[in-house]
Every structure is written in C-alpha cells, then in structure tokens.
C-alpha cells in the first residue's frame, strides 16, 4: 500500500495513494488538482548513512567502514517531490545521490534486526543533495532542500535485493540493486537504534550507489526505486 501527505486548503491530509488520487476517510484528492504532495513523514531527524556500497568507495577513493558511518540531515532539509532544489550560491559543485529510505513508525530504541520491520512504516526514497565544496559534512548535507524527500511511503516492499536507477535528463547516471549495499537496511536501522531514540516518522537512509554527481540549473533528477516509485525535482537558480 502507498501511503502519502497532501496539502490542501483545510491542511495536511495523510492517506492511501492510486493513480494520482490520495483517499482518506471517505474524501478523495487529486494531486495537482486538490494540492500537491508534501514530504511523506514528518521527522525529527534524518540519519543517513555513507560509504555503503563497494563501487562507491572504490570511486570516492573512500576507505571500506567496519560499521555503519552516518551523518544527521535537519528537518529543514527536507522537500517534496516535484519542489524545486534551489542551487545554493555558496557553492560550485552540487550533487545527487538516489537513495533508499526508511521511515520509522514508533518511538523505539535498540531493536534487533528481526524486529525492525516491525517498527517501519514504509519505505521513500532520498536524493542526498550535497555540497561537495564545502568544509564538513554538515555543512556539505545539512542546509535547506538538501534532503528530497517522497513521492510516498511504499509500505509492503522486502527492501533487500530491488533495483534502482537515477537519470538526469535523458542520461542514466545510477543502476545498481540494494544487495550490493555493505550493510542492508535492517543492519542499518538496528545498528543506529542502539545510539539513537527513533521517533514516528524519523528517516533513515542507506546510500548512495555509485556514481552520484554533478548537477545544474535546469536539470531534473529523477530517482527510481522498484517497488516504490520515482522521486522528482529539478535544480533551479537560487537567485530566481
């Protein structure tokens, strides 16, 4: 089942998304029509893992991690799909990353990997907009509309083992299938409950594949997950 928010002209509306149509309690939206799609949660805190791919590290010329390695994404970076990822003017080198993500569904900490389906509402995809000039991660990830975030929440989806491609434009930039992630997302979300009190509708991403890079104004990046859907936004000037 698909799972999104709306926002219409009486607020926030959660419900079952179909073909362009969110229902909840016995009323029907149409999306674009009714109001447009917001980020699917409303977290606290996204955790987003890095380096959690071979291929990756192998281009990055990063080391291979014992455990897990994260970094922190703010609410304030998150969009929806379709919002407009504004170019920040303090950087040159904007990137995408096509990612995976978890959304919690209940305050929880230190669940055993066994357990973690059952404390996830549903699964969206991430693009981790970075600045990659800038110094540190949190001033390379942390800052307005660096976290897209949507379409939906896919809420029947075995996350282990399923493709994936990014394209911008009309070039396929990113294919790859989450089995070949170092740490699969039960491992992740465990791992990061031991240090962490997950709170309903907290995010928790997996990483990038290879190949995440460059983007311009004008350019529309789209990121496929099977099972769950395409998140869209295209990168425009910041000064207007």
Excluded at 15 to 38: K, N
Excluded at 130 to 152: E, I, N, V
Aim: glycine share 10%; charged share 30%.
């Amino acid at each position: 089942m698909r799972l999104a928010r709306i926002e219409t002209a009486d607020g926030p509306v959660t419900g079952r998304y179909e073909d362009g149509v969110v229902r909840a309690d016995g009323d029907e939206y149409e999306v674009g029509v009714d109001g447009d799609l917001l980020p699917p949660c409303e977290p606290s805190a996204m955790y987003c893992v890095g380096r959690n791919y071979a291929e990756t590290l192998d281009q990055m010329e990063y080391e291979r991690p014992e455990e897990p390695d994260f970094f922190i994404k703010p609410p304030a970076s998150l969009l929806a799909h379709e919002d407009p990822i504004e170019y920040p003017a303090f950087t040159e080198e904007l990137t995408y990353a096509g990612e995976l993500a978890a959304v919690i569904d209940e305050r929880c900490h230190d669940v055993a990997e066994a357990d973690v389906p059952d404390v996830v509402r549903g699964y969206t995809i991430m693009n981790d907009v970075d600045a990659l000039d800038q110094q540190g991660r949190t001033a390379r990830k942390a800052f307005d509309g660096s976290g897209p975030l949507g379409p939906w929440l896919e809420t029947d989806l075995d996350p282990r083992g399923i493709d994936m491609h990014t394209d911008v434009g009309d070039e396929r930039r990113q294919e790859a299938n989450t089995e070949l992630m170092l740490f699969d997302p039960y491992e992740i979300v465990s791992y990061l409950s031991r240090r962490f009190t997950f709170r309903p509708g907290d995010v928790v991403a997996f990483g990038s594949p290879a190949n995440p890079g460059l983007v311009e104004p004008g350019d529309a990046v789209e990121i496929t997950y099977e099972g769950v859907g395409t998140l869209r936004n295209e990168v425009v000037d910041s000064s207007g």
